[in-house]
């Protein structure tokens, strides 16, 4: 089909920092289309599958249209003067430290500006913290040590011109899909490019790994000290550069200098062998740069392992040159953004801080704000210790799920139940935080809203809106902006539109500070309706045509000089340490993150059947070695426990985990599984100067859940409630799919009839296995089947992709039918097993006959089976599937 060029919507994908772009089209029947931005700079016209299903993510069910107050119904303006009443009663009786926002990486720029005016320059609170503190606190705070700012100087370009890519705790190909495409395009045609990934499990982007080091949790610091000393060892130093530009040099030597290679091998994990092939390859390879992400991050030595890196990049001059650098890749759309606003708790707008008085009087005048903030506020794992504790006594959650995401969830959950006043602005009617707000705002969600954002490069994008807003759903910025303008600040919230909001920031960004402030796009200060719209993607910094450029040419630091007060880089002086939690009780490392076709809390992703087939089920990936010791056996249930909390999870046994090590994903909430909030289980052991949680090491226990009966279920509708100890429910094609364990017996025919909707009309055939202990349930309305339910004492073995396509297959035939309560394909069809490919819905099964016919290639399964040749984000997969199958005929 000829796309019409004339009626696509150039926009920005609203999932990871990569920030592609994206030109979507609503055809006139409806249907919404999207592809990828040929001429976006971040993506140059890719997706990935996440980005390729966005349309399946935008309908209305379970949006939230309406504003309500204790669950009823009510107009804005009610709504609106409620929450500016009770704020500022609350601040009145109190004080301003008394109210908070907890805001979001994926609010846009303009709403986010708001909120932090309102709260810095006209509550006079600096209570605006952000899930970012989750994300990227420990980079912001490393830059600002080391570089007086919080410049991330690097570009995507950096990458493909790199000789040596180091990622250190970053599963690029599941999380930055498309920048990990980028680079494995770049190192097919540079086949001497190296890549040396760091993380304690054997990801999918190892597939492009020369080099992969099974680091031990949070041995990061100890091999980047390690590495400086080995530097300094081996005469790989840029003497020249470090005299020139940096201070603090010799310290920094010495402290990492503190343990030899025997200690560093003891503290990481990692054999001496190991070590010295990745520090003479960095020793040698001057174009490298280090991308790093959550594995460094949330770690409460996740400071340290920035400047660890950094030092490394400083000791030999790798910054501020084209394919060499530091590069923190951020995870949200808008982490960036909500960085440039000063969005954290402790910082001002437009990379100013709080704690210097010069800037606070700067943007006080600028805002003319009858005060601003003098100290930095609670960081979020504070902050819902303030809310628990009572000094919080009004809070306002915007696009974030903290039920869900922050660490000690149930606390959080707890503290949020007790808060006098809660709002919530989501774009959801029911989620795990929404469920306990006094207030409920809907907000417009993608494809609704007009603002920017910007990417991990620095690159300011427009989101652009496709899609009538639904309800009375309205922007965020235009919420906030209501509300501070029933507090009373009318004049500095009157703003008529994003454009006019993103003016200000560019103006603010720009005022005063010719050259010494790195972020200053004060190019687009005068921008106006037109030129917002047309606005094409750039990157910062873009100073304004007649101002100053300061010290910084476009490349930041390419001159050597930074933004400390004396112009040189910083060495931060690191001791290596090691943090080991476990003890006897808890004897596994848990490490949670992300898979690849879900997004957080999966409000979005959730809604999409083709990203719910990738991976169906929470689970709990253990090494063979512990599920042995700890008597597991793969697709058991498990009991994932610490001190603060409990979860039950599919059990997954894999070498690709590290021994002694659990991972979860972060993804499955109560509304799609019976208990695997991750974060429950996290301890809010934060880092001492980030703020920053240590989401991927928390000290755990892993216990066979003993199941009597294990079940699998398909469902045309989402069952009202479903009483199972264990459940988790996928989206697919024609309705639910739903995997349970029952630690013990029911009445089954009631339990089926309960899932199945006890009024639903139809007919249900059944059967019992009495040796085998299997029963099996089908109901059909007329020829189309509604549920079918397999339980058996062990873990179920139905073909799932075959049960899930019967929803939507003609069982006119009564021999069908039998099939389906047999849980066995009829003659003619297949099973395509576990689903690789999600833009083509290609499976393992599928892919394995390919390959036993000779398909020995990625490209060949593309060009036999299309799997692979979209988004490309399985393409890792497939090839571990080839080998896997070659290997197996190799035996
Ligand atoms: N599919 C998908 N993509 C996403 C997101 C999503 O939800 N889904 N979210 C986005 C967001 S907000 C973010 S922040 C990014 C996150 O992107 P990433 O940081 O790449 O993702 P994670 O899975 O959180 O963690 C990365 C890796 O760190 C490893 N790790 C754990 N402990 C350590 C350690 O001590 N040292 C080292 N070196 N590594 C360790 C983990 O095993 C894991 O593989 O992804 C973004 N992209
Ligand atoms: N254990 C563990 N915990 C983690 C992590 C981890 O790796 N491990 N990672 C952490 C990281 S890096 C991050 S970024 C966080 C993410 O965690 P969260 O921010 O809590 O997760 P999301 O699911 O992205 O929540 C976004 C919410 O905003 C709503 N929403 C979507 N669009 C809009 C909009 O336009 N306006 C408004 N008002 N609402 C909207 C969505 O419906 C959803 O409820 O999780 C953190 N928590
Ligand atoms: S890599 Fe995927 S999720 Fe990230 S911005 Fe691009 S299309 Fe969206
Ligand atoms: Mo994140």
Redesign the pocket.
Known sequence: MKIDEAREVRTTC?YCGVGCGVLAKVAANGEVTVRGDPDHPANFGRLCSKGSALAETIDLDGRLLYPEIHGSRTDWDEALDLVASTFSRTIAEHGRDAVAFYV?????TE?YYVANKLMKGFIGSANIDT??R???ASSVAGHRRAFGSDTVPGSYEDLELADLIVLVGSNLAWCHPVLYQRIAAAREKRPDMKVVLVDPRRTMTSDIADMHLAIAADGDVALFTGLLAHLGQHNALDRAYITAHTTGFGQALFAASALDLAGIAAATGLGEDELVRFYSLFAATANTVTVYS?GV??SSSGTDKVNAIINCHLATGRIGKSGAGPFSVT??PN?MGGREVGGLANMLAAHMEIENPEHRDRVQRFWSAPTVAEKPGLKAVEMFQAVADGRIKALWI?????V????DADAVEAAIKACPFVVV????AK?D??RHAHVR?P????GE?DGSVTNSERRISRQRAFLATPGEAR??WW?IAEVAKRMGFDEAFSHPSPADIFAEHAALSAFENDGARDFDIGAYAGVDEEGYEALVPFQWPAPSPGGTIGRQPIRFFANGSFYTPDGRAKFIAIRPTAQTRTSSDYPLVLN???VRDH??????TGKSPRLSQHLAEPFAEIHPADAQHFGIGDADIVSVSTEHGEVLLRALVTMRQRPGSVF?P?HWTDQFSARAR??A??APITDPISGQ?A??NVAARVERFTAVAFGFAVLAERPASIDADYWSLARCAAGWRLELALEADRDWPDFAASLFGADAPGETLAYHDVAGGHYRFARFAGSRLTGALYLAPRPVAVSRGWAVEQLSADHADRRGRLAIVAGRPGGNSVDRGAIVCSCFGVGANQIAEAVAGGCVSVEAIGATLHAGTNCGSCRAEIRTIIEARRLHAAE
């Open positions: 609203p979001s990486g994926q609010l846009l709403d899930n970012s989750l994300c990227m959550q991050n949330q995870g949200q982490a915007m696009a974030t799920n903290p869900d995401s922050m660490p602005s989501d774009v959801l989620t935080t929404v705002l907000a417009a969600a993608w809203k922007a965020d919420i949670t993150g992300r997004w957080h809390t999966m409000t979005r979860v972060m991750v974060d289980l996290v949680p989401s991927k």
